[in-house]
């Protein structure tokens, strides 16, 4: 199980969701904020799966890092599950202080002491700053990614 105060990492909690929707501005440009109504519909959807986890690094009681971490019931592989990792964001004010990849180890060890057997993640990145970034993480490029969106 995760140690609530790994490297200042912990799960978040309903009364972050302002945080975090500014949080996600920085991953998502300039794209709309969502509905409050909605919004708030998946904060508490995200909060409440067992499936999923959410984990923050704060700093002035705010979260300035975060991913989430989804952890998927397999058959293959002993019947043993695997992650993903997903919405990595730190504040630009707070990137190269170690809070992205402290966050990232936190999701990563969560996983492992769930018994995950691998962990995966996906950037649309194509910058080599980023993409060392996940490699000195912990991550390896391999199996080639897809993905499908309604148009």
Same mark, same amino acid.
């Given at each position: 199980?995760?140690?609530?105060?790994?490297?200042?990492?912990?799960?978040?909690?309903?009364?972050?969701?302002?945080?975090?929707?500014?949080?996600?501005?920085?991953?998502?440009?300039?794209?709309?904020?969502?509905?409050? *109504?909605?919004?708030?519909? $998946? =904060?508490?959807?995200?909060?409440?799966?067992?499936? !999923?986890?959410?984990?923050?690094? +704060? #700093?002035?009681?705010?979260?300035?890092?975060?991913?989430?971490?989804?952890?998927?019931?397999?058959?293959?592989?002993?019947?043993?599950?695997?992650?993903?990792?997903?919405? *990595?964001?730190?504040?630009? $004010? =707070?990137?190269?202080?170690?809070?992205?990849?402290? !966050?990232?180890?936190?999701?990563? +060890? #969560?996983?492992?002491?769930?018994?995950?057997?691998k962990v995966?993640?996906?950037?649309?990145?194509?910058?080599?700053?980023?993409?060392?970034?996940?490699?000195?993480?912990?991550?390896?490029?391999?199996k080639t990614?897809?993905?499908?969106?309604?148009?």
């Amino acid at each position: 199980m995760m140690h609530p105060a790994l490297n200042g990492i912990r799960l978040a909690r309903a009364e972050d969701l302002p945080a975090m929707i500014a949080l996600f501005r920085h991953l998502t440009g300039d794209e709309p904020e969502p509905d409050p *109504v909605r919004a708030a519909a $998946a =904060w508490a959807a995200l909060l409440g799966s067992e499936l !999923v986890s959410v984990l923050v690094a +704060e #700093r002035g009681g705010q979260p300035v890092s975060s991913c989430t971490l989804l952890v998927v019931p397999h058959l293959p592989r002993g019947a043993r599950p695997f992650a993903l990792i997903e919405n *990595v964001v730190t504040d630009p $004010a =707070w990137r190269r202080t170690g809070l992205g990849r402290a !966050v990232l180890g936190a999701a990563m +060890e #969560r996983a492992w002491d769930l018994g995950c057997y691998k962990v995966m993640l996906a950037t649309g990145s194509h910058q080599p700053e980023t993409l060392r970034f996940y490699e000195g993480a912990g991550f390896t490029r391999g199996k080639t990614h897809f993905e499908a969106r309604r148009a």
